[in-house]
């Protein structure tokens, strides 16, 4: 670590883990009502538990990206990071305002609009977060040194936070309401946030392969036009449905098709750089999740978005299990690997332990990308048997579930996996001991010993 303000991405990336473990817990209370469907109906109602789902994954994931910036920065940047006390009050404001969300949801006061659940007071409080935000990195790359990784994270960063405000445009008429939510969580995850990605996954490599810093930005910049390109008109393949003018379909399920080109470039990039730098780099986790990142979002946003966002075929499997497929492997390829890649390179540096015993977190690895792999195909299955049932048969809804337990018990068992993968990389990075380097010849046991787990 070369500057004393990266010790603030810390206290980010300890946060960020604590609503990852709080996320896939909520995901596999979720998995169990789908198999006993009256579970805590009385108490927190299955709607609930799915807005701490998916609200923890959105902040946990925001934090990660934010913590990622205050690590990268000042390196990138070569210079302290202009305001220690802004990031860590923006950070009181996000953590301030989750809470007070979750606690209103258990009292089920909420905003109702999927996804953007949060009362008006929290949504404002983040929107206060993220300006700061913006202000401090902002400030600290103008004053240092300006580079393309730094360039397209402040992009990406700076486009997520200004969408943001479209939260708060609320719309009677459903068409106009559902445009404007779309313009957030399309725009968010298949857009801007494939910005901070592919930066991130450019710090790392550039990191961990050493290869010239300028062949690396070449390929970030193709990847950043081709993910701008496709991402901002394939938000039509979202609009067939909700009443905008008939030309979208096409708009929508070209460019939406076209939306697997940034992430097979991604992948490809990994890929290729990994074999120009052969460095035989120490952070054998941080590589393996950065190259299980982008292979996995190849497949979970770009094959299986691919697969039924034409127009066509989206007609039948909208709503259905297959999109649920696709956004569980989206998400956690793209965007939870890509956090936990830079949360594996950051902490032991942070927590002054490297080189450090690996074997748990890349175990970690594989325990949450085969539970996650497995739970995708368990939902593929159930999408096509109901999209068939109940949208080319017309059986009745409820009557298509009943035939789908059996899937719905594989995708817990999957989930379970994917659960005890987290918690076992939550404590691979806080709890295992740094792995001492012996010198050839010692014969010290003392020498043998791991280091206390608060570091140097």
Known sequence: MKYKSQQIAYAYFICAMALFAVQVLGGLTIGWIYVQPNFLAEIFPFHIIRMVHTNALIVWLLLGFFGAAYFMVPEESE????????????????????????????????????????????????????????????????????????????????????????????????????????????????????????????????????????????????????????????????????????????????????????????????????????????NKAALLWSLGSATIAFFGAGVWGVLHNMHGVNFYSHGTQITAAHGHLAFYGAYVAINLAIISYAMPLLKGREPYNQVLNMGSFWLMTGGMAFMTFTLTFAGVIQTHMQRVLGNYYMDVQDELVLFYLMRLIAGSAVVLGALLFIYSI???????VVAPGSANPAAMKSDPIVGK
């Open 430 to 436: 806080l709890v295992v001991r740094r792995r001492e």
């Open 79 to 282: 210079r302290e990071i202009w305001s220690t006390k802004l990031a860590y009050l923006q950070l009181i404001i996000l953590i301030v305002g989750t809470l007070g969300a979750v606690i209103g949801y258990g009292f089920k006061v909420h905003g109702g609009r999927e996804f953007l659940e949060q009362p008006l007071w929290v949504r404002f409080g983040i929107l206060v977060a993220a300006v700061i935000f913006l202000i401090n990195i902002s400030m600290t790359v103008l004053a240092g040194r300006k580079t393309a990784i730094t360039g397209v994270l402040l992009v990406g960063l700076w486009l997520l936070s200004l969408l943001w405000i479209f939260s708060f445009i609320n719309p009677v008429n459903l068409s106009l309401d559902k445009m404007y939510w779309w313009f957030i969580v399309h725009l968010w995850v298949e857009g801007t946030w494939e910005l901070v990605m592919a930066s991130i996954l450019a710090f790392l490599l550039l990191k961990l392969t050493g290869v010239d810093r300028e062949v690396i930005e070449k390929w970030l910049y193709v990847i950043v036009a081709t993910a701008l390109f496709t991402g901002i008109l394939g938000t039509g393949h979202h609009f067939f449905w909700i009443g905008l003018p008939g030309y979208w379909m096409w708009i929508g399920s070209i460019f939406g098709a076209l939306e697997i080109i940034p992430f097979f470039l991604m992948m490809s990039f990994a890929f290729v750089m990994v074999w120009k730098g052969r460095r035989n780099h120490p």
